[in-house]
């Protein structure tokens, strides 16, 4: 099996490259940066063509894990062209083009295809988005399940890991925690999912292969307030976490509220398991811990 991981530089696709290949997998990383370090493989969405990079592949059985995304929802709302070509129009043809090079595709959906009124939603529940990142998600998910049986779909909330990169929460709150003050959307629920259980399930999805469309989803939701309390407690902080209405805060475009998900499908279908949020925090403040220390 030879995995392309394709927008290798983003928060989820650095670390699925990474892994993949400490693992010791074949994989190629795409980044759309010329000149680029880490031995990645030029390719824009936009202009490049990716039979350039599959040619090269012929006659092996290759995965292509979909990273390359404007994952913004503020983004998506204000540069409203740009990213729906990034997210819907190229993403498309890409898949296409890589499902008649015989490449399975595994594409990342969110939980914001959901309007957030009610929650423990399931593959079966309406997509109902209310901001423009949303919609472009649910645009995809109908096009793939109408046109490309062999992709799979992963549909993943908040991703949470235990290192400190500036998209992970985590270092989000740490940082914020140094004004004394944590500021939450008050009701924003989410099924928070830990990163490594992200290329778990990517390597389950090839192997098997899975196709249609699964929740990557942790067992237990949490309001972000929540989770920053356990948080802050784990790190020993007293810190004031604040829950504010979504108006309060100065977004572009709306955020739903209670977006949590089931896991079911997927933990009936594989049998898989989702390590939890308090093992997350734990080792997350450990390697600040060993951090501090070196
Ligand atoms: N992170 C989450 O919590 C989360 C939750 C739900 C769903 N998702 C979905 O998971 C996927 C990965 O998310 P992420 O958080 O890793 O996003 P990210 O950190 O913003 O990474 C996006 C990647 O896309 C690349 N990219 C953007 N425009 C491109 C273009 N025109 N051509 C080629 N590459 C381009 C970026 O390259 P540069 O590095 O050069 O900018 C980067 O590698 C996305 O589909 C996102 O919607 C993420």
Redesign the pocket.
Known sequence: MKYMVI???????SYLFTQLKKDGHDVIGT???RHTMNGFTY????NSDIRDITSELSGENVTAII?????SIDRCYEDYESSYD?NVRQTKKLIRTLSQEGIQSIF????SVFDGTKGNYTEESPANACNQYGKM?AEMEQYLLANESDSCILR????VNITKEK?NILTQWAEEMKTGTIRCIKGNKMSFIYMKDIYQACLTASKRPLHGLYHIAGDQAYTRAELAKKFCDKLGVSVLIQECPAEEFAFKDIRPLDISMSNLKWKKETGCQFIDMDSVIEAYVGNCKEREMD
Do not use: H, L, M, N
Not at 43 to 46: E, M, P
Not at 108 to 111: K, P
Not at 156 to 159: M, S
């Open positions: 927008g290798a530089t983003g928060y989820i696709g980044s759309r940066r390719y824009d969405i936009r990273c390359v995304a404007e994952a990034i990342f959906s969110s939980d998600k993943i909330p908040k991703t998209q």
